[in-house]
C-alpha cells in the first residue's frame, strides 16, 4: 500500500475518537454526518457504532425539528477547525434540530498545529492546514451565543507529549 504511513495514522487518530463518540452515538437511532471536509475518507463514520449512519453532501441542513421520535446525533468532524463563522453555523442549526437531536462536534487541539504541518510535510496527512482553532471556553461561548449547551469535552486521542485532541459534544 503505497499510502501506508497516512493510512496508519489515519486509523491511530480515528479508532479512539470513533470510541468516545460512539460511547454517545450507541445509544441514538442514526448518525449523519454534515458539512464533510472534501479530504474526509469517511474512516470516522464507518468506525462509529450506530444502527444507521448517513453522510449529507452540501451546507444546508435538512429540517429535522419534526422528527421527535428519533434520536439523531449529528456529526461535525473537524468542520469548526476550517469554518470561518462557527456562530452562524449553529445559529442556522438550532432550529432545524428536533429536541432528540444532538451535535457531536470533533474538534482538533490549537496547540497542535505544529504537529499538523509536520504531519503535511512529511506526507502523512494531505489536507488544508486548520485556519480556525477553538479553545474549551471560545466553545462553550459559541454554544450558549446559538442556543446551545455544551454538555461533554473530552480529551479522545494522546501524543507521545502528553497532549491531545479534543472531541467535543
Do not use: C
Given at each position: 500500500?503505497?499510502?501506508?504511513?497516512?493510512?496508519?495514522?489515519?486509523?491511530?487518530?480515528?479508532?479512539?475518537?470513533?470510541?468516545?463518540?460512539?460511547?454517545?452515538?450507541?445509544?441514538?437511532?442514526?448518525?449523519?454526518?454534515?458539512?464533510?471536509?472534501?479530504?474526509?475518507?469517511?474512516?470516522?463514520?464507518?468506525?462509529?457504532?450506530?444502527?444507521?449512519?448517513t453522510r449529507l453532501d452540501g451546507d444546508t441542513l435538512p429540517d429535522l425539528s419534526h422528527e421527535g421520535g428519533l434520536r439523531t446525533a449529528i456529526l461535525l468532524n473537524g468542520v469548526f477547525n476550517h469554518h470561518f463563522d462557527v456562530q452562524a453555523l449553529l445559529s442556522d442549526a438550532h432550529p432545524?434540530?428536533?429536541?432528540?437531536?444532538?451535535?457531536?462536534?470533533?474538534?482538533?487541539?490549537?496547540?497542535?498545529?505544529?504537529?499538523y504541518r509536520l504531519a503535511n510535510r512529511w506526507g502523512i496527512r494531505h489536507p488544508a492546514q486548520p485556519a480556525t482553532f477553538i479553545t474549551r471556553t471560545d466553545l462553550a461561548n459559541l454554544a450558549r451565543l446559538s442556543g446551545f449547551e455544551t454538555t461533554r469535552l473530552r480529551p479522545a486521542v494522546y501524543s507521545p507529549g502528553g497532549s491531545s485532541v479534543w472531541a467535543r459534544s
Open positions: 500500500m503505497p499510502d501506508r504511513p497516512a493510512h496508519w495514522w489515519r486509523r491511530y487518530v480515528n479508532t479512539p475518537i470513533a470510541r468516545e463518540v460512539s460511547s454517545l452515538t450507541r445509544h441514538f437511532d442514526r448518525v449523519i454526518q454534515w458539512m464533510a471536509r472534501p479530504e474526509d475518507t469517511g474512516l470516522l463514520l464507518d468506525r462509529i457504532e450506530a444502527p444507521a449512519k432545524r434540530l428536533a429536541r432528540t437531536a444532538r451535535l457531536v462536534v470533533v474538534l482538533y487541539n490549537p496547540y497542535f498545529g505544529w504537529l
